[in-house]
């Protein structure tokens, strides 16, 4: 059993920033991704970001340059720090860890609520 446990979301003004956090406990297989997707009303769940456990980093086009992810792999902890927010970055935020082992493992978070409105 593994748990994610995010932190960080908001109401914040188009331009601004927010820190996401999130903690994972419980039976992590090393080495992993971890990640976070997001999902706005009336669209599909995307990925923003990912990082495995050698620091490699995907983002998707819509955030390049604003958000930035990052992990300390002794916490089990990843983060997310989005600068120049914009409304369409409205959305819920998921926490992934995912590994191969002798399967295919992939967890989420509860997800918490980032909205950008002025």
């Known amino acids: 059993q593994v748990d994610l446990v995010e932190s960080g979301g908001g109401l914040v003004q188009p331009g601004g920033s927010l820190r996401l956090s999130c903690a994972a406990s419980g039976s992590i297989f090393s080495p992993n991704t971890m990640g976070w997707y997001r999902q706005a009303p009336g669209k599909e769940r995307e990925l923003v970001a990912d990082?495995?456990?050698?620091?490699?980093?995907n983002y998707a086009d819509s955030v390049k340059g604003r958000f930035t992810i990052s992990r300390d792999n002794a916490k089990n902890t990843v983060y997310l720090q989005m600068n120049n927010l914009k409304p369409e970055d409205t959305a819920i935020y998921y926490c992934?860890?995912?590994?191969?082992?002798?399967?295919?493992?992939?967890?989420w978070g509860q997800g918490t609520q980032v909205t950008i409105s002025s």
């Open positions: 990082i495995t456990s050698g620091g490699s980093t």
């Open positions: 992934t860890i995912s590994w191969r082992s002798w399967s295919y493992f992939h967890y």
